[in-house]
């Protein structure tokens, strides 16, 4: 009886040993772990090699026209689509498109689930301060979109005070919409946002000036609606830029930067942009882009005609 | 583009999301309903490594009572349970595909998998309580019935416990089934691309709210059939009324 007992505490005193072990070597994988964490942030200072080594540039978009679409074969197509492909055969790798998630775009990013955030993106304090990101190529605004039969009543940012507003949650609009005091309801998307005004849920919505002018008015789904009050221009705010979003510290952007000057230079940029009808919401590189926005805008579109 | 969405093609697309709805539904049937199993059974484990201080000095103490009456691994069983029931799947999702990415740079689990294992530990959790119901819910006694006819535990087990239990589990597994169904639409979190995203995806492409709510046509058709299957499942096992 005794040694049976005294086995049993032996048994007991080498299972608590081995748990220790346990518990040990549980620390240790979690310090590898953290080097390989530490391995991941070198890989992350040359994301460019990481990419090129992968062979693959996963990026992350929303079905967002006229930047990012399915054309009829469902193949991505678009301003930024077609961007991005240029960009990944300058690399030397193939692209993929990843339909994301819009509020996981950080995680997805910083998870390596995609390399970079590529979808007519406005650079906001959030985007800027969790990715790396390129220089803004495109200028947009924030526009009140409201059942044209009324527009002639709200063509001033003071008459939109009796409004209901919806807006996408977390963009820019809804920044736009919060800074005037409006009364405002936050939807999942600008496209819901629409959907919204068009069912009458919400009297008017605010969304990009860029998505107003290739989703509403004649020849769209949405022909009975019109955008009339340019906020950005009424509040006297800032004009909102578009860039491309990258790891934090990658360097990425630097390279995308200097690949969009060359594409810029050679008038290929041009080229994409009149095909999807956004030439004149261009950025010039911004090298040569010291001077005032409009001029920019203005350049580009100079630049555009004469590429066309 | 929104003039080629018609009626056919967006059944089309919609029967596309459905094809991943029911691989992510089967497939964690597959893996949760044997491993829910398996959890039942540590959550009713009996094993007490420190029993034989029972008794003893150290055992008088309140610490020594409580080590010598303890069961780690239905402790550990339960606390896992309880982990799992206690927070969203939806967080779970987001956890289990980006946080090993986020912690380790570790990124050898693709979306679907990713979503399946979530799902598979979920469900497990799940289905090892409604398990452990059923089992518990069989009188002790036919047990000892057994044992007094000389059978091993197993032969109890296989032959006169589990059948009961099927039978007593069945209307709260399908409870878990129909759940599942609808909680496979969670899985569009990571981009998973089933019937609710594709339905969603029309809002995006077209300014089309219609087949968003026509999902629902597809996931009452799917939820139909398994209504039939456990009605029909019920009816096969009257024969005999534990």
């Known amino acids: ?308 | 583009m929104s003039a080629s969405v018609t009626f056919s093609s967006v059944t089309v697309t919609l029967f596309e999301g459905l094809v991943t709805t029911a691989q992510l539904f089967f497939l964690t049937l597959v893996f949760a309903l044997p491993i829910g199993l398996l959890l039942s059974f540590g959550a009713m484990n009996r094993w007490q490594p420190f029993r034989m201080l029972r008794g003893t000095k150290f055992a008088s103490g309140r610490f020594g009572c409580a080590l010598s009456e303890l069961r780690p691994i239905s402790l550990v069983v339960k606390t896992v349970v309880w982990i799992i029931r206690g927070t969203p799947l939806m967080l779970q999702i987001i956890a289990i595909f980006f946080g090993p990415r986020l912690l380790w740079g570790f990124d050898l689990i693709d979306r679907f998998p990713s979503a399946l294992l979530t799902f598979v530990i979920n469900y497990a959790c799940y289905f090892s309580e409604i398990f452990r119901g059923g089992i518990q819910s069989v009188p002790v006694g036919q047990q000892e019935a057994g044992l007094v006819l000389g059978m091993t535990k197993g032969q109890i087990f296989f032959k006169v416990t589990l059948l009961q239990v099927i039978k007593r589990v069945i209307p709260p597994m399908g409870n878990e089934f129909i759940n599942l169904v609808k909680d496979t639409a969670l899985a569009r979190t990571i981009s998973v691309y089933e019937v609710l995203w594709m339905g969603e995806s029309f809002i995006k492409s077209a300014g089309l709210m219609w087949p968003l709510f026509y999902t629902a046509v597809f996931y009452l058709a799917f939820n139909g059939i398994l209504v039939l299957l456990f009605g029909w499942l019920e009816k096969k096992l009257d024969y005999f009324r534990a």
């Open chain 1, 1 to 308: 009886m005794k040694t049976k007992k005294l086995l049993s505490l032996l048994l007991a005193g080498a299972m608590s040993a081995s748990l220790l072990a346990g518990c040990g070597n549980t620390n240790e994988t979690a310090e590898t772990g953290d080097d390989t964490a530490d391995g991941g942030e070198t890989t992350q200072t040359s994301d460019f090699q990481y990419i090129q080594d992968k062979g693959t540039l996963i990026v992350g978009i929303t079905n967002f026209a006229p930047m990012d679409y399915p054309d009829e074969n469902g193949e991505w197509i678009g301003f930024d689509a077609d961007m991005a492909k240029a960009f990944a055969q300058e690399m030397g790798v193939d692209v993929e498109f990843i339909e994301i998630n819009w509020d996981n775009k950080i995680m997805e990013l910083e998870s390596g689930a995609i390399d970079a955030v590529w979808n007519g993106m406005t650079l906001t304090d959030e985007v800027t301060n969790s990715m790396s990101c390129s220089d803004p190529y495109c200028v947009n605004a924030q526009v009140v979109v409201v059942p044209s039969d009324v527009a002639g009543q709200y063509q001033d940012a003071d008459s939109l005070s009796e409004l209901s507003f919806a807006v996408e949650s977390g963009s820019a609009g809804e920044d736009a919409a919060e800074a005037l005091g409006l009364n405002f309801t936050a939807v999942q998307s600008q496209s819901t946002a629409l959907m919204e005004v068009a069912s009458g849920a919400s009297d008017a919505c605010v969304i990009d000036l860029l998505m107003a002018g290739a989703m509403i008015g004649e020849g769209t789904s949405y022909p009975d609606l019109t955008y009339t009050v340019n906020l950005n221009e009424a509040s006297g705010a800032e004009s909102e830029y578009y860039g491309v979003g990258f790891r934090k510290d990658s360097n990425m952007a630097e390279s995308f930067n200097n690949f969009y000057a060359a594409m810029y230079e050679a008038g290929k940029v041009q080229e994409i942009a009149q095909t999807y009808g956004v030439q004149e919401s261009l950025v010039a590189p911004q090298a040569s882009a010291d001077t005032a926005e409009t001029a920019d805008t203005a350049d580009a579109a100079d630049a555009a005609d004469a590429a066309a």
